[in-house]
């Protein structure tokens, strides 16, 4: 199965735990509190509709199949839940979603290569990347390779749930950084340098309260050093990082806090320390993701006109000559889970 991700192995472990806290605070042996300290980082977050619960899939890139989005719309479906939603940071949720269904819901979605942990918390984030990673005329390389391989790697790294804020990675194909990689705890920013593949990196960038551009930390790294950068500064952020105050954790104070050489400082004990210890590179595997060849038979538009400004607006050539990616337009991010499984049956039907 083309998938956006591995899942961590211990997985299976850490649901089976959240299982028997939800089992305990319904018996009064937990508090509320300490639930909400455990389902948090596993994207469950409560709701204003007394009882019930949204879930949060990371869907790394925002890649998702069309048999992904029609099993995560069967599943809403199910639980009693009519629209699917689309976050800002490529994700899909599941509101309302009843506190004995939560576990079930988890365990159907890590069925079809889905985990909903990481989906909120002090945690490594959902790795975000330009919405036309592929396809994109003008990039320099694909990157969504690489958020597959990094979000495959920090997932299973027991210190990307415990950090003292959220921490958000994102990665862009050409210096447009569709990706807002410069508006991120750490941006990648695709680039090519005397032939070899790399990256142009941003460090404490983000929005949000006392916003920031983030700052340049190396001009170019080779593409085979992302892994290495991103611990580092994850490392950096977990020790150093301020855990009392909330409001003042994110990465960017703690780059205010220091000032731009005590961090690089700071961050280059942390880099060279782990490409001293011999580090392991990403596992970069080309699933040709998105690439469908399909003969569709050609039809007179009724309206000329209506038809010429839909395709200014919605349609766009891809790198691949003779194929064209269409943007459909989602209203607020809520899309019906029936009309999401129509899109997938039409899928189907295109490349039976």
């Not at 301020?242 to 961090?263: S, T, V, Y």
Request: glycine fraction near 10%; charge should be positive.
């Amino acid at each position: 199965m083309i998938k956006g991700y591995d899942l961590p192995l211990g997985l299976d472990v850490e649901i089976s735990q959240l299982e028997e806290l939800i089992r305990k605070y319904k018996t009064g042996e937990v508090s509320v509190t300490e639930l909400k300290a455990h389902r948090v980082p596993f994207g469950v977050y409560e709701q204003r509709q007394a009882g019930t619960y949204m879930v949060r899939i990371r869907c790394a890139g925002g890649f998702v199949t069309p048999q992904q989005l029609e099993t995560v719309s069967a599943i809403a479906q199910e639980y009693g839940v009519s629209d699917l939603h689309i976050t800002s940071r490529q994700e899909l949720q599941i509101h309302y979603v009843k506190l004995d269904d939560i576990v079930t819901v988890i365990r159907r979605l890590k069925e079809i290569g889905f985990s909903t942990r990481g989906g909120g918390g002090n945690t490594v984030r959902n790795i975000a990347a330009c919405d036309d990673a592929g396809i994109d005329p003008q990039e320099a390389f694909d990157v969504s390779l690489y958020v597959s391989a990094l979000t495959t790697r920090m997932i299973a790294e027991g210190d990307s749930w415990n950090l003292p804020r959220k921490f958000k990675i994102a990665f862009s194909g050409s210096a447009e950084d569709r990706g807002y990689a410069t508006l991120s705890d750490l941006g990648f920013i695709a680039k090519i340098n005397n032939g070899i593949k790399g990256f142009r990196v941003y460090a404490a960038g983000g929005l949000g309260a006392k916003s920031a551009e983030g700052k340049l930390l190396f001009d170019f790294i080779e593409a085979g050093e992302v892994y290495p950068v991103a611990e580092a500064l994850k490392n950096v952020f977990f020790k150093y990082g301020n855990r009392r105050n909330k409001h003042a954790a994110r990465l960017r104070f703690l780059w205010q806090n220091l000032g731009e050489e005590e961090f690089k400082k700071k961050f280059n004990q942390e880099y060279d320390r782990i490409k001293a210890d011999g580090f392991k590179p990403l596992d970069i595997i080309d699933q040709g993701q998105g690439l469908f060849s399909c003969s569709l038979p050609k039809d007179r538009p009724l309206n000329a006109t209506g038809f010429s400004l839909w395709k200014t607006r919605f349609v766009k050539q891809q790198k691949q000559e003779g194929s064209f990616s269409v943007l459909i337009p989602i209203e607020l991010g809520f899309i019906p889970c029936a009309q999401a499984a129509r899109y997938c049956q039409k899928f189907y039907e295109k490349h039976a």
